[in-house]
C-alpha cells in the first residue's frame, strides 16, 4: 500500500533503515542496492520496481511501527547479471557496500560506485568490439560542445560544431557516429524540447539530466588541469573551446560521480573537428550500411563485417574509429597503406602476428577495471599474457624487411612495459598463475617472493601440519580406521565418525554435529591448532589483499604507457586485418592524388561479391572535375545501379581508411565528404513523411557539399507525383553542375528517362550511363555492368512479371502503357 508520506521523507525507527534513507536521499534518482550480508536488498519503492524488473519475489519486512517494509534481493556473487539487467531497462543503480568490519553498532554502509547505460563495466555486459559511450552537449549560443567518454576504456573525445539552424543534424551527425548508451545534459538543456528531441531520435539513446552538470561545466578548466597534471590545456585544443570544454568538463564530472572519484584511466582528451576527417553523415553511414544492416539494424551483412576480421578487442574498436574517421591526409593514408603492402608481401610474419594477437585480452579494458577499483587477480593474470603476446609480435615484427616508423615506435612502448624488471615481470614474480576469483580468499600471492608472508606461512606451518596429520594419528590411537578430519566453513575443523563406530570414540572428543550417517566432534588441542591456523590465515589473506592491492598501484603508474601499448597492438591488428582480407580477396591498393580525379577499373563491391553465390561483375568508373563530374545513372529497377554507386562510394571510403580496395586499378583524389541518399526510406518514427525525410537529406546535401565531396543520389524525387518528382530531380542535378561551389563529383540514379537530356544541356559536365540489359523474347536478362548512354525502356512490367504479378495484371499495364506513351488516342 501507497504510504501517505512521500516516500522520501518517511522517517524509520531503526538504525539501519534510518541508514538506508540518509543514503537513499543522496540518490534519489537511482535503485539502491543496499549490501546486507550476501545479498543487495532494495527497499521500498525500488523493492517495487526492481522486483518487476528483475522478476524476482517481492518480501515484506514487518517492522513494528514502521509497518511492513517492501524489499526485494539478489545474492552478492550473482549481482552483476542483475545489476546488468536493471540498466539495460534504463535505471540507474547506486551499489552501496558495507564498508566497516561488523563490530558493536551498525555497519558502515557508503555508495561505491554508480552504473548507469554509459557507465557499466561489467564484461558479459559490454560488447569486446564496441566503445560503450557516454555523451554530454553544451548548447552556447554560437556553437554547440559535444563530447563522448568510453569509462570501460577510458577513451576520451570532444568537438565543437557551429550552432546553425541544423545543429540538431550535426548533433545527429555525432552521435550516429559514436552510438552512444546515454546522454547526459544540464536542467535547461533538459527542459529544451528542441534538444531533448533531437537527442531522443534515437530511441535507444537515454537522456538524463544530470543536477551538477553546470558546475562540473564551470569547473572544466580546473578539473582537466587537476587530472592531466597540466598548467594549460593548449596541448589538448580545448583552451578555445568554450562549449567543448563545458561539455567535456561536465561529462568528466559525471564519470567522477559515477566512479567515485577513481578514473585515472581517462590520461586524455582528444579534441577533433569534423573537418580533420571525411565527414559522413547520420544518413550516409546508415545508407551505407556501414556498421549496420538497414533492414534488421544488424551488423551481420554490413560493410564493417565485411572487413573486421581483427583478432584483438582493442583492434576491433579502432577499426570501428577509422572508418567513422577516413583520414584526409595523403601521406597518413600511405603510411598505413605502406603497411598493409608490407604486411602482404610477409605472409609468414602476418600469420604469426595474427597467432600472437589472438592470444591477447583487452588491455584497456583491463586497466579501466584496475583504475576505478574492481578487478580481479585474473585481470593481472591476463595483462601479464597480453604484455609478454605483445613482446613476442613486438620481435616478429623487427624481422621484416623494412621496419616503419609505426613498428619502431611500437617497439619502444612495448618493451617499456614487457621486458625485464617490467610490470609484466613483476606480475609474473608475484602472483601466481591460475590465482583465485575473489582476491581477498588468499592464495594468490607465490612464495618465496615476500618475507614477511612467508614468515606468516612458516608461522602455521606446525599447526597445519598437526591437523594434516592428526586424521592419521588418531585413526591408529582410536582403531576407527574410516575417521575423517574435515573442514568447513561454518564449524571450521572437525572430526568425522560414521555412526557404526560411536561406541570407539574417546571420552575427550565434544561433540558438535550430527549429520545422517555420523557424528562430528572437536577436541581441545585441535581447536587450539585451528585457532592458530585461522588467525594466522586470516592475517595472511590480508597481506596478500594488501600486496594485490599495492601492485594495482604501481600497474597504474604505467597507465598512460599501457595505453600506448593498447594502441600500437590495435592499429597492428586492424593492418594486418587488412593485409589478411586484400590477400585472400585480390583487393589492390591504391593510387591516392589531390588532382580531384577518380578512376576505378573493374571495382566490385565488396559485401555483395561476397554474398552472392554467382560472379559479381565488376565495373569501371571515371569522375573528374571535368566533363565526367555528374554521371547519370539510369536502368530498370534491379539492374545493379544501387550496388555500382555504393561500391563506388565504399572504395573510396575505404581508401581513404588506408585499406586495400576491391578492384583491378584504383586512382583515388582525396575527397573532403561522402553523401550517400537512396531510396525512400519512412520515419514514421521520427514523425515525418518519405518525402519530407528525402527533403530534408537533400537539403543537407545541396548546403555541404563542395567541389571536392562525392555524392550519390538514388532515384531522388520518388516520394512524390510524376511531374514533381522529375522536376526537384532535375534541378538538383543543374544545381550541382551550374553551382561552381557545389560541383561534386556525382553519381545520380533516376528512373525518370527525362533526365538524360542534361547531358546535351550541360556537355562539360554530365554523361549518361546505364545498366546493360539483354533483350531475350520473354524477358529482359540483367548483365549488371554500367555502359554509355541513356537506357531506352524501364522493363518495369517485365519486373513485376518476374515477381510474379499475375499475367492478368502485366498485360493490362502492357495496354495502358501503350495508351499513355501515346497521348492523342487515349483522348
Ligand atoms: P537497382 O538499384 O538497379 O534496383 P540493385 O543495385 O539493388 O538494383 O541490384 C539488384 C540486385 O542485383 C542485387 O541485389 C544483386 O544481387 C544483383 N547485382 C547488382 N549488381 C551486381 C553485379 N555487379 N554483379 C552481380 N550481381 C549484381
Known amino acids: 500500500m501507497q504510504s501517505p508520506t512521500p516516500e522520501a521523507e518517511r522517517e524509520f525507527s531503526t538504525p539501519m533503515m534510518q541508514q538506508f534513507m540518509h543514503i537513499k536521499r543522496q540518490y534519489p534518482d537511482c535503485l539502491l542496492l543496499f549490501r546486507l550480508g550476501d545479498f543487495y536488498e532494495l527497499f521500498l519503492d525500488d523493492a517495487l520496481v526492481g522486483a518487476k524488473a528483475l522478476d524476482i519475489i517481492l518480501t515484506k519486512r514487518p517492522r513494528g511501527k514502521d509497518g511492513d517494509i517492501p524489499m526485494a534481493g539478489v545474492p552478492f556473487h550473482a549481482a552483476d547479471a542483475y545489476i546488468a539487467k536493471l540498466v539495460k531497462a534504463g535505471h540507474k543503480v547506486a551499489i552501496c557496500e558495507q564498508v566497516s568490519e561488523p563490530g558493536k553498532g551498525i555497519v558502515e554502509r557508503e555508495v561505491v560506485r554508480i552504473v548507469t547505460p554509459g557507465t557499466i563495466l561489467d564484461e558479459k555486459t559490454l560488447t569486446a568490439k564496441e566503445h560503450n559511450y557516454t555523451m554530454s552537449i553544451s548548447i552556447g549560443d554560437s556553437s554547440v560542445g559535444i563530447a563522448f567518454a568510453d569509462v570501460s576504456t577510458g577513451d576520451f573525445q570532444v568537438t565543437e560544431v557551429p550552432y546553425t539552424e541544423q545543429f540538431e543534424q550535426a548533433i545527429a551527425n555525432e552521435y550516429v557516429r559514436f552510438s552512444p548508451a546515454e546522454c547526459i545534459v544540464n536542467e535547461t538543456s533538459y527542459n529544451d524540447p528542441r534538444i531533448l528531441g533531437a537527442l531522443r531520435k534515437e530511441r535507444s539513446l537515454n537522456v538524463y539530466y544530470f543536477p551538477e552538470w553546470d ?45 567515485k572519484q577513481k578514473v585515472s584511466h581517462v590520461t586524455t582528451v582528444r579534441t577533433y573537428a569534423s573537418d580533420e576527417y571525411v565527414s559522413l553523415d547520420a544518413s550516409t553511414i546508415s545508407n551505407l550500411e556501414l556498421f549496420k544492416t538497414i533492414r534488421d539494424a544488424d551488423e551481420r551483412g554490413s560493410f564493417i563485417e565485411c572487413i573486421d576480421e581483427t583478432k584483438t578487442a582493442m583492434g576491433g574498436r579502432l577499426l570501428k574509429q577509422w572508418v567513422r574517421e577516413p583520414l584526409r591526409v595523403k601521406k597518413h593514408i600511405e603510411e598505413r597503406l605502406a603497411v598493409v603492402d608490407l604486411f602482404i608481401q610477409e605472409r609468414s610474419i602476418r600469420q604469426k602476428v595474427r597467432a600472437r594477437l589472438q592470444t591477447m585480452y583487452d588491455i584497456e579494458r583491463i586497466v579501466s577495471r584496475l583504475a576505478v577499483g574492481i578487478s580481479t587477480p585474473h585481470d593481472l593474470i591476463n595483462l601479464k599474457v597480453t604484455l609478454n603476446a605483445a613482446k613476442d609480435v613486438s620481435e616478429l615484427l623487427t624481422d621484416v624487411s623494412k621496419v616503419p616508423a609505426l613498428f619502431a615506435e611500437a617497439h619502444a612502448s612495448i618493451s617499456a612495459v614487457s621486458g625485464p624488471h617490467s610490470i609484466a615481470e613483476k606480475i609474473q614474480s608475484l602472483i601466481v598463475d591460475q ?66 563406530n560411536l561406541d570407539m570414540v574417546p571420552k575427550e572428543y565434544v561433540r558438535k554435529q550430527t549429520t545422517v550417517n555420523a557424528e562430528r566432534f572437536i577436541t581441545a588441542d585441535l581447536h587450539e591448532y585451528e585457532d592458530k591456523v585461522l588467525r594466522g590465515q586470516d592475517v595472511i589473506n590480508k597481506l596478500e589483499y594488501k600486496l594485490f592491492l599495492e601492485l594495482i598501484d604501481e600497474v597504474l603508474t604505467h597507465i598512460v604507457k599501457l595505453k600506448e601499448v593498447a594502441t600500437h597492438i590495435a592499429t ?22 589531390s588532382d580531384g580525379d577518380i578512376s576505378i577499373f573493374d571495382g566490385r563491391h565488396p559485401v555483395v561479391e561476397r554474398l552472392k553465390d554467382t560472379s559479381f561483375v565488376p565495373n569501371d568508373t571515371t569522375l573528374d572535375a571535368r566533363d565526367n563530374q555528374l554521371l547519370l545513372i539510369t536502368g530498370p529497377n534491379m539492374a545493379g545501379k544501387s550496388v555500382y554507386m555504393r561500391q563506388v562510394a565504399l572504395i573510396v571510403l575505404m581508401a581513404h581508411i588506408g585499406c586495400f580496395v576491391p578492384a583491378r586499378r584504383a586512382t583515388i583524389s582525396l575527397v573532403d565528404r561522402i553523401f550517400v541518399r537512396s531510396g525512400a526510406s519512412d520515419s514514421i518514427g521520427r514523425g515525418l513523411s518519405t518525402f519530407m525525410v528525402e527533403m530534408v537529406e537533400t537539403a543537407y546535401i545541396l548546403n555541404h557539399a563542395t567541389k571536392d565531396s562525392l555524392i550519390i543520389m538514388d532515384e531522388i524525387g520518388r516520394g512524390t507525383s510524376t511531374y514533381d518528382g522529375i522536376s526537384i530531380a532535375w534541378a538538383i542535378a543543374e544545381y550541382l553542375v551550374t553551382n561552381p561551389e557545389r560541383r561534386a ?40 555492368r554500367i555502359i554509355r548512354g541513356g537506357a531506352r525502356g524501364s522493363y518495369a512490367i517485365a519486373v513485376a512479371k518476374l515477381a510474379g504479378v499475375p499475367d492478368e495484371v502485366t498485360k493490362r499495364s502492357t495496354e495502358l502503357l501503350k495508351q499513355f506513351n501515346t497521348p492523342e488516342q487515349t483522348k
Open 215 to 259: 558546475t562540473h561545466a564551470k569547473n572544466a578548466e580546473q578539473l582537466f588541469k587537476k587530472q592531466f597534471n597540466v598548467k594549460t590545456l593548449r596541448s589538448f585544443g580545448l583552451h578555445d573551446k568554450d562549449q567543448a570544454l563545458k561539455a567535456a568538463g561536465a561529462l568528466f564530472g559525471y564519470l567522477s560521480h559515477t566512479q
Open 572 to 593: 597492428i591488428d586492424c593492418l594486418t586485418c587488412f593485409a589478411e582480407i586484400a590477400d585472400r580477396e585480390r583487393y589492390i591498393k591504391p593510387t591516392i592524388t
Open 745 to 784: 563529383k556525382t553519381l545520380f540514379a533516376t528512373h525518370y528517362h527525362e533526365l538524360q537530356d542534361l547531358e546535351k544541356q550541360y556537355p562539360d559536365h554530365i554523361k549518361n550511363y546505364h545498366m546493360a540489359i539483354e533483350e531475350t523474347h520473354d524477358s529482359p536478362v540483367f548483365l549488371y
Open 435 to 500: 590465482p583465485p576469483f575473489d582476491a581477498k580468499e588468499g592464495g594468490l600471492i607465490k612464495r618465496g617472493v615476500v618475507t614477511e608472508l612467508d614468515a606468516l606461512h612458516d608461522g602455521i606451518f606446525d599447526s597445519k601440519q598437526w591437523i594434516a596429520n592428526l586424521e592419521q594419528r588418531e585413526r591408529e590411537r582410536t582403531g576407527i580406521s574410516s575417521l575423517k578430519v574435515r573442514f568447513n566453513n561454518v564449524f571450521g575443523y572437525y572430526i568425522e565418525v560414521s555412526k557404526p
